[in-house]
């Protein structure tokens, strides 16, 4: 019986004594970025308010390649309810760029005036929160798997010295990660539920 019962006792195992073993800092700092990658996303790509931000990294398919926005025009917020775009420097990828922001999944439909595109900032409907809030647990979830992955590769990496260290180790190491990879869950449902309100609200 080793403990099962109390699923709360938390283990700390010191990192130097296993280094040898597994890094568990890497493994922190691995499943950190799952976190980190998840606050990219939100707000760069979940927000209510479109600002001249929010334009920024959508691609632009040039004859050249492939472009985020910001490197080919000038974005700017002209009001609460414009964005300018300003291609002069790049006249030829203006029809481009258009393209770009109006299949950029924003709910954007900008006009062309030459080499300026104007993006009438759409009122937000409750519609179109309540489909930025699903496509936040979207992503979400899809940080959950990778986070998975991360959680999966070090216990892979732990069972392999299962022969050379004692099973306590082993199993007070794998529950480490599972507490690791737990709280990393629980701090991505707080990103959720918090972004879910501000979306919704």
Same mark, same amino acid.
């Given at each position: 019986?080793?403990?099962?019962?109390?699923?709360?006792?938390?283990v700390n195992i010191s990192a130097a004594l296993v280094e040898d073993i597994i890094n568990l800092?890497?493994?922190?700092?691995?499943?950190?970025?799952?976190?980190?990658?998840? /606050?990219?996303?939100?707000?760069?790509?979940?927000?209510?308010?479109?600002?001249?931000?929010?334009?920024?990294?959508?691609?632009?398919?040039?004859?050249?390649? /492939?472009?985020?926005?910001?490197?080919?025009?000038?974005?700017?917020?002209?009001?609460?309810?414009?964005?300018? @775009?300003?291609?002069?420097?790049?006249?030829?990828?203006?029809?481009?760029?258009? /393209?770009?922001?109006?299949e950029s999944g924003m709910n954007l439909n900008p006009d062309m005036d030459g080499t300026i595109?104007?993006?009438?900032?759409?009122? @937000?409907?409750?519609?179109?929160?309540?489909?930025?809030?699903?496509?936040?647990?979207?992503?979400?979830?899809?940080?959950?798997?990778?986070?998975?992955?991360?959680?999966?590769?070090?216990?892979?990496?732990?069972?392999?010295?299962?022969?050379? @260290?004692?099973?306590?180790?082993?199993?007070?190491?794998?529950?480490?990660?599972?507490?690791?990879?737990?709280?990393?869950?629980?701090?991505?449902? /707080?990103?959720?539920?918090?972004?879910?309100?501000?979306?919704?609200?």
């Amino acid at each position: 019986a080793k403990g099962k019962g109390q699923p709360q006792a938390r283990v700390n195992i010191s990192a130097a004594l296993v280094e040898d073993i597994i890094n568990l800092e890497e493994a922190k700092e691995d499943m950190q970025a799952v976190v980190e990658a998840l /606050k990219e996303d939100f707000s760069r790509n979940l927000s209510v308010r479109t600002s001249a931000g929010a334009l920024d990294h959508i691609m632009v398919m040039t004859k050249d390649g /492939k472009f985020p926005l910001n490197q080919l025009g000038q974005i700017s917020q002209k009001s609460p309810q414009l964005i300018i @775009v300003n291609m002069t420097s790049f006249p030829e990828s203006t029809a481009a760029a258009m /393209k770009a922001i109006r299949e950029s999944g924003m709910n954007l439909n900008p006009d062309m005036d030459g080499t300026i595109i104007r993006v009438p900032i759409p009122k @937000v409907t409750r519609e179109h929160r309540e489909s930025l809030a699903k496509l936040a647990k979207q992503s979400t979830n899809k940080s959950k798997e990778v986070l998975r992955k991360v959680r999966s590769k070090s216990i892979n990496q732990v069972k392999k010295f299962k022969n050379k @260290v004692s099973e306590d180790t082993i199993w007070l190491l794998e529950k480490q990660i599972q507490q690791m990879a737990d709280d990393t869950a629980a701090e991505m449902d /707080k990103l959720l539920a918090a972004k879910t309100k501000e979306l919704l609200q």
